[in-house]
């Protein structure tokens, strides 16, 4: 996120839990509101729940600083509060408190990372990660204006840009220690067939289409310019966890991008 410096200064609706001011702080983004900020100032938007629907109608703000972004870090606790206000700040231009005869199209821009689709814990089937909270907004998006939510950056895996930073990182390691011959080849080790691995297959197919038409038309995607690397390729391992995920397996999920060559580890009984 801190690549994103156009942003910084943007007052940006920021989701997710924890310390979230002081997290947007950390990458970079001076002028955040949250979801709660934004419910307290406009009540009337958050009526799922009985219990916090207001006992009396507000009086309606004007006050409120337009919002100019949003940044969605990671799953929230409230989800039904945090999609519906996330979708009326995008359906009102920023400006929750009025209304929009149409949407508008482009949207503000939308900054997402930790895009998990699942992930295992201690129980038995996977649990909802933010991909799921970001799928169902793209859902809502699309159901509501018939326009395909569009973001401006997704970080983390299994997004391109995150494997261009740790390599650019290990090169800068590698400078460090006074290497003098080039790291050629990197392994990704994950748990995740459809984050760690899948985000290293595309980084391999990223870094052989590289080879032939040069880094400059990718750049121009918004993927970071590869100052004259080394890299050839980019290796996925699947590492065994004592954690189960059968599930996955069962459904074919640990086959993925079954064009690029895939390296895993898996355990004499072939569980995971």
Request: a positive charge; hydrophobic letters at 40%; glycine letters at 8%.
């Amino acid at each position: 996120m801190k690549l994103f410096s156009q942003y910084h200064g943007k007052r940006m609706i920021v989701s997710g839990q924890g310390p979230l001011v002081e997290n947007a702080q950390i990458l970079g983004f001076k002028n955040v509101v949250t979801v709660d900020e934004l419910r307290m100032a406009f009540p009337v938007l958050d009526m799922v729940d009985l219990q916090r629907r207001p006992k009396t109608t507000p009086l309606p703000r004007n006050d409120f600083p337009a919002i100019e972004g949003v940044l969605l870090l990671g799953e929230p606790v409230r989800w039904e509060t945090s999609l519906q206000l996330i979708m009326d700040v995008l359906l009102s231009n920023g400006n929750p408190g009025t209304g929009l005869a149409t949407a508008p199209y482009p949207h503000l821009p939308v900054l997402a990372s930790n895009m998990d689709l699942l992930w295992m814990a201690e129980a038995k089937m996977p649990r909802f990660g933010h991909g799921t909270f970001l799928l169902c907004l793209e859902t809502i998006y699309r159901k509501v204006t018939g326009k395909e939510l569009r973001y401006k950056g997704l970080m983390g895996k299994p997004s391109i840009l995150t494997y261009q930073y740790a390599e650019e990182l290990i090169r800068q390691q590698a400078e460090r220690r006074g290497w003098a011959a080039p790291i050629q080849k990197l392994y990704a080790v994950g748990d995740n067939p459809m984050s760690d691995v899948y985000g290293a297959n595309l980084f391999n197919q990223y870094l052989q289409m590289a080879k032939h038409e040069r880094a400059e038309k990718l750049g121009a995607s918004g993927l970071l310019k590869q100052r004259s690397s080394a890299t050839q390729s980019c290796a996925s391992i699947l590492k065994t966890t004592p954690r189960p995920c059968g599930f996955l397996q069962q459904r074919g999920i640990d086959r993925i991008a079954p064009a690029m060559k895939t390296e895993e580890k898996q355990s004499r009984d072939g569980r995971c």
